[in-house]
């Protein structure tokens, strides 16, 4: 009689059947799992949203079996999203943290755009930022190139050659050749750096005009400059760039918003910085400037 009882079989038999009822006993209440999971609703603002989603991707109203479709994809990513944080799939991840704080930014960003400005804030506006709603400097000018690989004292040389333009010489008379034009006409200050560099553009457009002057240093070498034409920038009128003035007014809200809302976080969260980092990021209570993305991204 002894011997059937010590069968290793029986034995996991009579556990497996111990873990079963006890199993049963812990869940009799919970039939399936559904009641554990939650339930997934589709109201009338999801189809709102999927309908508004397509309409602007693909400029029409999506037919009955595509609308069904969208749901359907809906329902499968709702669902595998729960299962996926029922698992814990969401901690620890640098790409589900992202995306979290970038959709939490895109609501306040929403939420800026909500408010409208009347005419006197876009006025306003216009006032307090003129540099940003102006026409801008152009100018022409006459440029005579030394070439430092070519002229073993080309500084010299450019010095000599300057006081006789200066007293009526002709300018083509002097320097060495160079593929950009020897004469710019009403160029801006985009354009000039992108074909001498910003040092040198800076320079000529503080020039006088009427007057050679050098030698000023570029890429290339050096140059003796005479400015024809210069003009100033200019405000263009408020009826004009209205349009800008609103987006312009509408970006700045948004950062504005942003860093309110990021310092009531701050004041939210308790953040706990460790000592030695403290020199390296500075103070949180600073507004943070956004990365530069090519983003926002």
Request: proline share 4%; glycine share 6%.
């Amino acid at each position: 009689m002894q011997r059937p009882l010590k069968e290793p079989l029986l034995h996991f038999l009579v556990l497996g059947a111990l873990i079963f009822g006890v199993y049963a006993l812990l869940n009799r209440s919970l039939p399936d799992n559904k009641s554990i999971a939650g339930s997934v609703r589709i109201t009338s603002n999801e189809i709102a949203w999927l309908k508004e989603t397509w309409s602007r991707q693909w400029q029409r109203e999506p037919t009955r079996d595509e609308l069904r479709g969208l749901v359907t994809d809906f329902l499968k990513e709702e669902l595998l999203a729960r299962e996926a944080r029922s698992l814990g799939l969401d901690q620890n991840d640098t790409i589900v943290r992202r995306r979290l704080a970038q959709k939490l930014e895109f609501m306040v960003q929403d939420t800026s755009r909500l408010a409208e400005p009347t005419e006197e804030d876009l006025r306003r506006f216009y006032e307090a930022n003129p540099e940003w709603f102006q026409t801008d400097a152009r100018i022409s000018f006459t440029q005579v190139f030394f070439s430092r690989e070519k002229r073993a004292a080309a500084a010299t040389e450019a010095k000599a050659a300057l006081n006789d333009l200066s007293r009526g010489a002709n300018a083509a008379d002097f320097g060495d050749r160079l593929l950009v034009d020897s004469e710019i006409v009403d160029a801006d200050m985009q354009s000039v750096a992108g074909q001498f560099g910003r040092e040198f553009a800076d320079a000529v457009f503080a020039l006088k005009p009427d007057y050679w002057s050098g030698p000023i240093e570029s890429g290339y070498g050096l140059h003796l400059v005479h400015v024809s034409e210069v003009r100033p920038a200019k405000r263009r009128a408020f009826s004009e760039v209205k349009t800008q003035v609103f987006e312009r007014w509408r970006e700045q809200r948004q950062r504005e918003d942003n860093e309110r809302y990021f310092a009531s976080l701050l004041k939210k969260y308790d953040v706990v910085v460790d000592e030695n980092l403290k020199p390296l990021i500075g103070s949180l209570d600073e507004p943070i400037a956004a990365p530069i993305n090519g983003s926002g991204e």
